[in-house]
């Protein structure tokens, strides 16, 4: 494309994007008047609202309910501010700098218990998303004939050097499934392996200079490095654990604790904005060419709403259809913050050695999920909840996850530290 069709179709899609949005926070706005806040009792104790982002799809819901003018239907003002990296997002969080923020689920865990940084009670409001990850490997390894975790392990074994994986942070889910992957076909991580952390956005980039064979992170940075031809999809997080938990809406317990009627609002108007994402492949595609924006991921439309849309491809000719794609709502499923999900983390913490000794990981879910704060928010965006805090779920290798016995469940492995 020559710079000036590229700056034609960056003019063209600007305009459509204000123009959606413009329509919409119209029509958002309309509603405003019906605040459940309203009555004076509830009303916000901070309206304006700094919540921290890291350029990836799912930081979606939380940009459209500021886009859409759905924040101001519950009485606050979201302003999405777009973060370096996941410790960057972590300290601002424990210092007060941010509100909130999108988050990865474990970060928030790690920090409760001092694992991962400065020690600070901390609270999950909602999760985002589920599903929506992957797993890259180099071309590098695929000329060598390692295309999934099986062949992988069989390369790993029969040509002995150092391989590097990257993941995002220490206690974070692109560091558990990768592990969790790798333990499943046979290769310890703290072993086999050489582990790095890397910022999301600059994953692709660090595998285009050889600094990693892999890695795990949110899209759109497993379909950019296809779309780059420096790597292939191995495996998506879904077919590690399907509908598994991601990132959250994540602040402090000091937060929550100072302005619950501003972290209930918050809540609200993102759960709302996540129903909406999910009502139809029309605004589907309006958030991806939002969210494509440079002042957000800084990618083409084209790398958001494939895999957004469930339609998939390896990088070796491989396409299909995917049920499991990345979901924000899904009649609710999505958002509502189980405990035995949280628990799932502490688990695997314990396991790779973070956590050097159990902990009592119902008690530490119930302190951090905000589940009664996330039912009154439900009830306000009138979204349905389910009755049991508790799900179970079978991973990839046939093992079943319901929270009932963490402690067993975090020794069961075979390859743990």
């Not at 938990?245 to 209930?264: D, F, M």
């Not at 093992?399 to 020794?411: E, I, L, M, S």
Request: net charge positive.
């Amino acid at each position: 494309m020559t710079a000036k069709a590229d700056k034609s179709s960056l003019t063209r899609r600007g305009m459509l994007k204000a123009g959606a949005a413009a329509g919409l926070a119209g029509a958002f706005s309309a509603l405003s008047t019906r605040g459940a806040w309203a009555a004076g009792s509830d009303k916000p104790e901070k309206e304006e609202v700094k919540v921290g982002f890291i350029p990836l799809t799912d930081c979606a819901s939380v940009v459209m309910a500021s886009v859409l003018g759905i924040d101001r239907k519950y009485g606050i003002r979201i302003t999405p501010s777009k973060e370096a990296s996941w410790p960057g997002v972590r300290d601002k969080l424990v210092n007060g700098e941010l509100d909130a923020a999108h988050v990865l689920y474990g970060l928030i865990y790690g920090v409760h218990l001092g694992v991962s940084g400065p020690k600070k009670d901390m609270a999950v409001l909602m999760t985002l998303n589920n599903n929506g990850q992957a797993i890259t490997l180099s071309k590098k390894l695929v000329d060598k004939g390692a295309v999934d975790g099986p062949s992988l392990a069989k390369l790993m074994k029969a040509e002995k050097r150092e391989y590097t994986f990257a993941q995002t942070f220490p206690t974070g889910t692109h560091a558990m499934w990768l592990y969790y992957w790798l333990a499943a076909n046979g290769i310890d991580p703290m072993k086999d392996a050489k582990i790095i952390t890397v910022p999301p956005p600059q994953m692709v980039a660090n595998m285009r200079v050889g600094n990693m064979d892999g890695y795990c992170v949110g899209e759109p940075w497993g379909h950019r490095a296809i779309a780059d031809g420096i790597g292939i999809t191995a495996i998506t997080t879904q077919d590690i654990w399907r509908d598994h938990p991601e990132k959250v809406l994540g602040t402090s317990a000091e937060w929550v604790k100072k302005y619950p009627n501003t972290a209930r609002a918050l809540t609200a108007a993102v759960l709302e904005a996540s129903k909406w994402i999910d009502a139809s492949l029309s605004n589907k595609n309006k958030m991806a060419e939002t969210i494509a924006d440079k002042s957000y991921v800084n990618t083409s439309v084209d790398v958001i709403n494939q895999r957004i849309l469930g339609r998939y491809q390896n990088g070796l000719g491989k396409t299909w259809d995917d049920p499991n794609y990345m979901k924000f709502f899904n009649d609710g499923a999505v958002n509502f913050p189980y405990l035995s999900d949280g628990m799932w983390f502490l688990t695997q913490h314990k396991r790779w050695g973070l956590l050097k000794n159990d902990v009592d990981y119902l008690a530490v879910a119930k302190q951090i999920n905000q589940i009664d704060l996330y039912k009154d928010a439900a009830g306000m965006a009138k979204v349905s909840v389910p009755k049991d805090a508790m799900r179970s779920s079978k991973l990839m290798d046939g093992a079943v996850w319901d929270g009932k016995n963490p402690q067993a469940y975090a020794a069961s492995f075979n390859i743990k530290v």
